[in-house]
């Protein structure tokens, strides 16, 4: 079997609510789709959604690497073979892990239609039946974000995940108006996705705010100062997640050095996809720290790659993959059961695209084959 084209779709997914976080306001999330052939009429699809904030990459980027750079050097390869693919990509250029993802996720959708399996089947079996979702709060106003955590629980939600990160004395009066009005059983999990910046900051907010039982505080300070992590860590009972900090095998194996952090945020866009984020997976294990799969807000492709990887998993205790909760309008109708996830047993990804919807949100496609 061999890869003979690979179709690359721009998009734009539009949102129902603007998405808010630290650093950005989203009306829609700008995604790639790949969509790959084999020579055995197999085709299997993958998505990259890139962060300029996390990984360095952009839409339009991520779109020309993948044409220019990734699909010619892959193109003609067998799909089964992901370890020499992923050598292939890292040989061509460095980093990108946002376009290597999409190849990555595209593979092993044809890996499982192939031996008609799940994809979770191929990395280790299904260990968890289900996940419960957590409702993700974006940054409004105290009374605001307070106003929606009460509908969110009303609605099923058991968990709530609070963006904060703009402003240090607002963040602690939208922690503690949530908490108040959402009483003590309701998990709150608080992401500032940087924008505490520094730990003096950080634990300046943590002190305030310690009586609100936190699940947990998420990526506060920059993304590259792993020491003031440590700090956060050493100097808070508040259980410390690490994510826009690791990217990949270099950052994990400081990350454990140092011990860094409690848990860690893997997501298949920063990491390079599915093959990758097993492999952080088994270091987090063996350093004693538990995993959450998250994402960039993907399209029903991207989010049932990381599904799988979850539920495969021992160690991954949690999961954020809310990005089709999110969406006027996708591409694939992966099935929630709210306020849980559970995975379906189609082979692959278990996806299935709507490519009418695929080209009418398409503002960009190329397509790469194999030259003869």
């Known amino acids: 079997m061999k890869i003979t084209a690979v179709s690359i779709y721009g998009i734009h997914l539009p949102l129902k609510e603007p998405f808010i976080v630290s650093y950005e306001t989203y009306t829609s999330m700008p995604a790639i789709i790949v969509r790959m052939e084999t020579d055995q009429g197999i085709v299997g699809y993958g998505e990259g959604v890139a962060d300029d904030h996390v990984t360095g990459e952009t839409w339009a980027s991520t779109f020309q690497v993948l044409k220019n750079t990734l699909l010619p050097a892959i193109v003609g390869e067998n799909p089964f073979h992901i370890e020499k693919i992923h050598e292939i990509m890292d040989q061509r250029i460095y980093s990108s892990p946002t376009a290597k993802a999409a190849i990555d996720i595209a593979c092993y959708d044809i890996i499982g239609k192939v031996v008609k399996q799940p994809v979770y089947q191929l990395i280790g079996g299904k260990y968890h039946e289900k996940f419960p979702v957590a409702y993700v709060l974006s940054i409004l106003e105290p009374k605001e974000m307070a106003a929606e955590a009460i509908q969110a629980v009303k609605n099923g939600y058991t968990i ?9 004395e607002t963040d602690i009066e939208r922690i503690r108006a949530v908490r108040e009005k959402v009483g003590e059983k309701v998990k709150i999990r608080v992401d500032a996705n940087q924008g505490w910046v520094t730990s003096a900051d950080t634990l300046y907010v943590l002190n305030r705010v310690k009586d609100c039982e936190i699940d947990w505080i998420e990526q506060p300070v920059l993304a590259d100062d792993i020491d003031a992590l440590v700090e956060v860590k050493q100097k808070t009972d508040i259980p410390v997640m690490v994510d826009e900090g690791l990217k990949g095998n270099k950052e994990m194996r400081e990350i454990i050095m140092k011990r860094a952090a409690d848990k860690i945020n893997i997501k298949l866009m920063k990491c390079g996809g599915i093959y990758p984020a097993v ?9 004693g720290m538990s995993c959450q799969i998250g994402s960039m807000v993907e399209s029903s492709i991207g989010s ?5 990887v979850a539920f495969a998993k021992k160690n991954i205790t949690s999961v954020e993959l809310t990005g089709p909760l999110k969406f006027k309008k996708d591409i694939g109708h992966l099935s929630y059961n709210l306020p849980y996830i559970q995975l379906n047993d189609l082979p692959g990804l278990g996806v299935d695209v709507d490519e009418y919807v695929l080209h009418e949100l398409a503002e960009m496609h190329e397509v790469v084959k194999e030259e003869r």
């Open 304 to 308: 049932a790659a990381g599904f799988h």
């Open 279 to 287: 492999k952080l997976v088994h270091q987090a294990e063996m350093a």
């Open 160 to 168: 709530l995940k609070m963006k904060v990160g703009t402003d240090k």
